[in-house]
């Protein structure tokens, strides 16, 4: 028989190893059960646990004024109730499965679309909530306005640039007014690298950032009436052509309008700079992000995170005199046990004796508190809180005794002392507020803090809550509010090494330094700058002051990248300020003053009043499991496969769906796919539970294989043809060989960490053959003349040879079990950080009995701008059986180049290496291959190109394989295993995500060598 190449290595696979998806994979656990409930409102399915009525019939009425609010602007409304999913903090939403994949630090919150689920965790403070709800509403609205209209659908979004969709839930939810933006944009222009629209979708350009000033340009120019009709006409017809069926002029009419406005409103330093320091971190020595800069005590050091090898985003070590890089205090790659860094909001804290650093990171799906000696780096100790589950921005006391955080708990955000010898987290605020960034005062009686708790106390009535500077006193609990500007916010407050308190403040539209006289109470602006001091969020630590020295260190957004900046407080320029507001004229998102419309300011100051949380029209409903579609996909061609089901050669066809309750927690997946005849039909149908720490699954499959083999020549026989007349033809005879495989399956995982899991499966298989002779006449005279054919099922029999491979009826049934980990961070086409490893056992029995065992280790080592990749694998199987299961062949798989089916012939007649040399039930070899990316993303590859990435590859394989020990002194030659070397380079290129090919030239080390040319259709190992 002759198989289809492609087939023949599928069959293989499966009965050789696990797929790919399995095989390794990071995880993810869910750590604790989460009881939800449903609060039901006019608009929305809120499903929520852990919190009291009134709190969530708070987040419920922000959720109906955002409703209110966009349904107005965009004249939408839902036609049912949509689903909304809250957790509780980052650390449980990190554990949702409505978002496929691990979810990032700084993931605040998605939107999925084919069923419109809006989840999202609550907010370390309650402007961040609200601010979120309301984006994500936006991206509900947009779906609705997509999927449902009658002239756009699912194909539509493709028209769509991600900076129009992100900006325009920025600009709904934010206005025209906002700091962060605003310097972004100043950036832009101040280094002349003006954002053209038709090259807005480049990795450089933040969507979120550039698409909200975009959409205020453009209601500056037509009004919010018109966001609608031109987003649909987007959908519709993509950018350009909408400029034209819907604006009326063309597409570089509005881009050029767009940068004029940008240079007129940004160009020049606004508000005026004051002296500033020298930046120590860069893109230079560091990374383009460098943040949460935290200085020791003494002065001598500082710690920041930065994501200077590309991959992960760490905590270094570094003088901050000159920014020179000691060490890296933590490492993602290193440290697999820590699931990830809060690396947005949080910076860490010194010990009063700058020995000891301490920083909070995720663990188990909690906050945990890592303490490092900053010397050796060595973690001392990591605490973790039953009563706070979630917690950021840590400040040690003088006495060394206790950290305070910002923590919340119930969807609560309070202050809260650890004692560090209890290892008790007591609370010290209690109220429906927000209390952040808190600092001990330089004799530890008192803690300085910013709480929105004035604006709170005033009423929900503005949606708007500015941070204000508040003082606790430790010994009575009283909380007092020192001068500042009434009606700003206020953050990151520091004492400096004069007992004074340094605080960054928004009064200008820019995030500048000020301080509060400890003496006198007097405000004095210190610094302000084009950039502002601030981090990737407005409130996340931008600056440090060390307490014993007159030396600070601050975050400033510059030439695209946040760098580190080193100054002492006595060479900046100090001037008194009053409390009276100033000019935010700098927070203004670009508006074209000479349109017609002007855009009204939606600034968050201005939003009109907000609903009661009264809960007179919300009820509550417990939650139960329902399947919904959540995705569907289809397929359909002419050729081999129509999806990753389909077999054979032909016309093809199929359909993937996968149906989920609303939390994800419970998966059902269908797929079905056809290649001509009803025989060639494949299915499968795979449940997932996930409702549990325990995720177990099971999978039924029926997946048909065809093999062809032609007679050679033609042979002439008599046909007889519809009307019963006989005459000699020409046949052309086929054997079409059906092998249908009936499989079953379970698994249930314990995933330790994202990192690390435990597998236990078991399944069972039953092969079956069908045989067809398939006769094709023609006639005798012109054998291109086709007269017709018949086709006649034969008997197929227990046993089947398909190449060299014997194939046996019957049951075949498994038990596993494996020890996984990994570790690693994958590039464009392959791992290149970090580790994996596989420790597995297999027994099987039944039509074969034999145990197999796999030793599976591979290490990244990432050294930019290339990898280096080692790789040791064993497989073998023993038993009685062993050697009666399919044999191995060492260059099948991507093991070794070179050494595959394609090269047998060449390896046979050039090298004298027979088949039976180089496979068997037993494989070792080791591997090492050098990586460098030729083109993609900026500063990953040579050459910035991402939409095409491309690796290149040099390689050093190795290995053999064997049936028995005793194999090595056979008599035979041909059947002694042979050592196999192979040297070469090649090619991965990612072809738009779907496919990773590599084209590679492979020279075996031997005598008289020359090089083979072949292929590989999967990613790198």
């Not at 820019?510 to 509060?516: F, G, I, M, N």
């Not at 005459?727 to 698994?747: K, N, P, Q």
């Not at 079956?768 to 006449?777: A, E, G, K, N």
Request: with cysteine; glycine share 8%.
């Amino acid at each position: 028989m002759r198989p289809a190449p492609l087939l023949l290595c599928l069959l293989l696979a499966l009965s050789f190893i696990p797929a790919s998806a399995q095989y390794f994979g990071r995880n993810k656990p869910k750590y604790r059960d989460f009881d939800f409930r449903i609060f039901e409102t006019p608009h929305f399915n809120i499903y929520y646990y852990d919190l009291d009525s009134a709190r969530i019939a708070l987040y419920a009425s922000w959720f109906e004024w955002w409703y209110d609010r966009h349904s107005q602007l965009l004249g939408e409304q839902f036609a049912s109730r949509n689903p909304v999913i809250l957790f509780n903090n980052h650390g449980e939403f990190q554990q949702n499965f409505v978002i496929s994949g691990n979810v990032d630090a700084g993931t605040g919150g998605v939107t999925e679309g084919l069923r419109n689920r809006i989840v999202l965790p609550l907010a370390i403070t309650n402007d961040q909530t609200f601010h979120v709800i309301g984006h994500e509403l936006v991206h509900a609205f947009q779906y609705n306005m997509i999927l449902r209209g009658d002239s756009t659908s699912m194909e539509s979004l493709q028209n769509y640039p991600l900076w129009l969709i992100e900006g325009l839930a920025e600009y709904l939810s934010k206005g025209s007014v906002d700091v962060q933006t605003a310097m972004w944009m100043r950036d832009a222009v101040l280094r002349g690298q003006l954002p053209d629209l038709e090259k807005m979708d480049r990795p450089e350009y933040f969507p979120y950032r550039y698409g909200h000033a975009f959409w205020s340009f453009f209601s500056s120019l037509f009004g919010d009436a018109r966001i609608k009709p031109f987003f649909i006409s987007v959908g519709r017809y993509g950018l350009e052509t909408a400029c034209l069926e819907h604006l009326g002029f063309p597409f570089d009419t509005l881009n050029s309008t767009w940068l004029r406005t940008l240079v007129s409103q940004f160009s020049g330093p606004t508000p005026p700079q004051t002296a500033s320091g020298k930046e120590i971190l860069s893109s230079d020595n560091a990374g383009r992000m460098n943040l949460s800069p935290s200085i020791s005590p003494n002065g001598r050091y500082l710690c920041f995170l930065s994501e200077k090898d590309l991959f992960t985003t760490d905590l270094y070590l570094a003088s901050a005199q000159d920014g020179k890089i000691i060490r890296k205090l933590f490492s993602q790659a290193r440290e697999g046990h820590i699931d990830q860094l809060n690396s947005l909001e949080s910076a860490g804290t010194w010990s009063p004796d700058s020995r000891r650093f301490a920083f909070p990171a995720f663990k188990r799906g909690r906050s945990v508190l890592v303490i490092k000696e900053v010397e050796t780096g060595k973690t001392q100790r990591e605490l973790q809180f039953d009563n706070l589950p979630y917690f950021i921005q840590p400040a040690w006391s003088p006495d060394g005794k206790s950290i305070v955080v910002t923590g919340t708990h119930r969807g609560q955000t309070d202050l809260y002392l650890i004692d560090l010898k209890s290892k008790k987290a007591t609370r010290l605020t209690d109220n429906a507020a927000s209390e952040i960034h808190p600092e001990w005062s330089p004799d530890g009686k008192t803690l300085a803090f910013c709480t929105d708790a004035p604006a709170w106390q005033q009423g929900q009535g503005s949606g708007y809550w500015p941070f204000s500077l508040a003082f606790l006193d430790l010994s009575d609990g009283i909380i007092r509010y020192p001068m500042q500007f009434d009606g700003n916010n206020h953050f990151n407050p520091q004492y400096d090494a004069s007992g004074n308190l340094l605080f960054l403040s928004d009064r200008n539209g820019v995030h500048a330094l000020y301080r509060l006289d400890s003496a006198s109470a007097q405000l004095s602006q210190l610094m302000v700058s084009a950039g502002g001091i601030m981090g990737v969020s407005a409130y996340a630590p931008a600056f440090s002051a060390a307490g014993k020295r007159d030396r600070i260190v601050y975050t400033q957004f510059r030439d695209n990248g946040f760098g580190i900046y080193q100054v002492s407080t006595d060479k900046l320029l100090s001037s008194s300020v009053g409390q009276e507001a100033a000019d935010r004229s700098a927070a203004y998102l670009p508006m074209d003053t000479a349109a017609p419309l002007l855009f009204p300011d939606t600034s968050s100051s201005k939003r009109e009043a907000l609903d009661s949380a009264s809960t007179d029209r919300f009820s509550i409903k417990p939650y139960r499991a329902r399947f919904g579609l959540s995705y569907v996909g289809a397929s359909g061609g002419t050729g081999y496969g129509g999806n990753y089901l389909s077999s054979g050669i032909g016309l093809s066809g199929g359909v993937d769906m996968l149906f989920t309750d609303i939390l994800g927690s419970h998966q059902l997946y269908t797929g079905l796919a056809m290649n001509g005849e009803i025989y060639d039909v494949a299915a499968v149908a795979s449940y997932l539970n996930r409702s549990w720490s325990l995720p177990w699954g099971v999978n039924l499959q029926h997946l048909p294989t065809r093999y062809f083999n032609y007679t050679p020549g033609f042979v002439r026989q008599n046909f007889v043809d519809e009307n019963g007349n006989v005459f000699s033809a020409y046949t052309d005879t086929t054997l079409l060989l059906r092998i249908f495989e009936e499989e079953m399956s379970g698994v249930v995982h314990y995933p330790f960490s994202v990192t690390q899991r435990f597998e236990l499966g078991a399944g069972a298989s039953y092969r079956f053959f069908r045989l067809d002779q398939i006769i094709d006449f023609y006639d005798d005279i012109n054998k291109f003349f086709y007269l017709g054919g018949q086709k006649e099922k034969l008997k197929a029999g227990d046993v089947v040879q398909v190449g060299p491979y014997t194939i046996e009826k019957g049951w075949l049934s498994n038990f596993n079990a494996a020890w996984v980990g990994d570790n690693s961070y994958f590039g464009m086409t392959a791992p290149m950080l970090g580790h994996r490893y596989r420790v597995g056992v297999e027994n099987y029995f039944g039509q074969y009995n034999f145990t197999a065992l796999t030793v599976d280790g591979r290490k990244y080592f990432w050294m930019k701008p290339f990898a280096l990749a080692i790789r040791f694998m064993h497989y073998a199987r023993y038993g009685s059986d062993a050697n009666r299961f399919y044999p191995i062949l060492i260059g099948q798989y991507g093991l070794i180049h070179g050494y595959d089916f394609d090269h047998l012939e060449e390896l046979r007649q050039r090298y004298g290496i027979e088949y039976e040399q180089i496979s068997g039930s037993k494989i070792g070899l080791a591997s090492v291959e050098f990586r460098l990316p030729l083109t993609g993303p900026d500063r990953f590859a040579l050459l910035n190109a991402p939409f095409l990435p491309i690796e290149l590859n040099v390689f050093i394989d190795g290995g053999m394989a064997w049936d028995d020990w005793a194999d090595f002194s056979s008599d035979i030659d041909f059947l002694k295993p042979k050592p196999v070397f192979s040297t070469g380079l090649g090619f991965r290129i990612n072809l738009f995500g779907a496919l990773v090919l590599e084209p590679y030239w492979a020279w075996p080390l031997r005598s008289n060598s020359r090089a083979q040319f072949g292929f590989n259709f999967i990613p790198g190992w």
